[in-house]
């Protein structure tokens, strides 16, 4: 039984340029069938979370990683009531704005982008779906509903201006997150990219989203402290026995002994990781109908005038989840090699922006429109910008290696 609170399509507060609806999809539907066709979506195949893509098969992409998160969003979606198309389509795309090498690109990117406005992978998704598609005769982008790009745009929570004494983002799991900010003077210090898509078609961005784009956002953090750990341990930077022993982990791999005592290794971490990915989904949804019952929204406006979240995790969860997330840091994020594939891999972003800024006929034929356009220093970064970020990981190593393989580094030919 759907929830007074929950989007309904036939309230969907429309598309930005007007269109016929179907007669077999709701629009939440149509928004989600656009992100799947999108090319930016198929990109998240060869975009990885902390490895690199050629690093092995085994490791989740941020395709495989979006599929997981729209698989949990769904099903805590469909237990509280709330609209699963709509969650669905926030989940699918909420990746789409990331760079080629996970945050370690985002970081490179956006410290070279400093003088421009800035990088936000969350800004930048919403640029994709809005200006970088092109493939439709009406109109540049997939023309999302506002429901979903609202979603986009702040399924973490407000997006407000950065002031200086701002407290640090806390941790995400594949990186830390960069703070929402930009450089132009015209954002009003967001992100640029996000200042100028709301400046024509306003998200609202000060309030909370609907209880459907923070459905996708926990379903985010569920699905990589989940899957973080499983390729950690995949990669043999910890062992089931240091895993064990951290908060939520410690009875589930309990529970899984007791039954199958002596169970083969594998088996015994699958048991274990999935019992852990339960726990974290039945808090979600059992704190978030407390929520709600208290809260009482009949809408999703008055979902988002709350001030305050209503879907997402008890106290005492969110404190286990933190130990976890320092274990991850300290033990994954910051491992030796990952480390020295950040070097390597921030290298070719370092690398490759300059030579495109400064050699911009190397970008591909379609481009070359766009950069006659290009007004000044800015306009022309800021396309660039564009265009690496929309790199997967091994078109940019390869394009490194091609345009700039003798400097060394990480385009470096090995004997």
Not at 109 to 128: E, K, S, T, W
Not at 264 to 269: A, G, I, K, L, N
Not at 326 to 345: C, G, I, K, W
Request: proline share 6%.
């Amino acid at each position: 039984m759907k929830r007074p609170c929950a989007a309904d399509p036939a309230r969907a507060r429309g598309r930005r340029v007007a269109e016929e609806e179907s007669a077999y999809r709701s629009c939440y539907q149509r928004d989600r069938d656009r992100i799947i066709h999108s090319s930016a979506f198929r990109r998240l195949q060869h975009k990885t979370q902390v490895f690199v893509e050629h690093e092995g098969d085994y490791f989740r992409t941020r395709l495989t990683h979006s599929i997981e998160v729209a698989q949990v969003a769904r099903t805590i979606a469909g237990a509280l009531g709330l609209n699963q198309e709509l969650t669905e389509a926030v989940a699918l795309a909420h990746d789409l704005g990331h760079t080629p090498f996970g945050h370690t690109g985002e970081d490179a990117l956006d410290a070279l982008m400093a003088p421009f406005g800035g990088f936000d992978h969350n800004a930048q998704a919403v640029r994709i779906v809005t200006t970088l598609e092109r493939h439709y005769a009406a109109f540049d982008g997939l023309n999302l509903t506002w429901d979903t790009l609202e979603g986009l745009a702040k399924h973490n929570g407000p997006v407000t201006p950065l002031r200086g004494d701002d407290p640090v983002t806390p941790l995400r799991g594949d990186g830390p997150v960069t703070p929402l900010r930009g450089d132009d003077p015209a954002s009003g210090d967001l992100p640029w990219a996000l200042a100028e898509y709301n400046a024509g078609h306003d998200l609202e961005l000060a309030t909370h989203a609907s209880a459907e784009a923070q459905a996708a956002a926990v379903s985010d953090d569920i699905a990589y402290n989940n899957h973080d750990l499983h390729d950690g341990l995949r990669a043999g930077l910890f062992t089931d026995e240091e895993v064990a022993a951290l908060p939520i982990i410690c009875p589930c791999y309990g529970e899984v002994d007791r039954l199958w005592p002596g169970l083969d290794p594998y088996r015994r971490r699958h048991e274990a990781l999935r019992r852990v990915f339960g726990v974290m989904v039945a808090d979600v949804i059992e704190t978030s109908r407390a929520r709600l019952a208290q809260a009482a929204p009949q809408s999703p406006d008055e979902v988002r005038a709350l001030g305050h979240p209503v879907i997402g995790f008890s106290d005492a969860l969110a404190a286990d989840l933190a130990a976890i997330r320092d274990f991850l840091f300290r033990r994954m994020y910051r491992a030796p090699p990952v480390m020295e594939m950040r070097r390597r891999v921030t290298r070719v972003v370092e690398e490759l922006f300059p030579f495109y800024l400064e050699r911009p006929e190397n970008l591909p034929r379609r481009w070359q429109e766009e950069v006659a356009r290009a007004r000044d220093e800015t306009a022309l970064a800021r396309l660039v910008s564009d265009y690496i970020s929309g790199m997967t990981d091994r078109f940019a190593l390869e394009s490194h290696a091609r345009l700039l393989g003798g400097r060394g580094g990480a385009g470096e030919r090995r004997s």
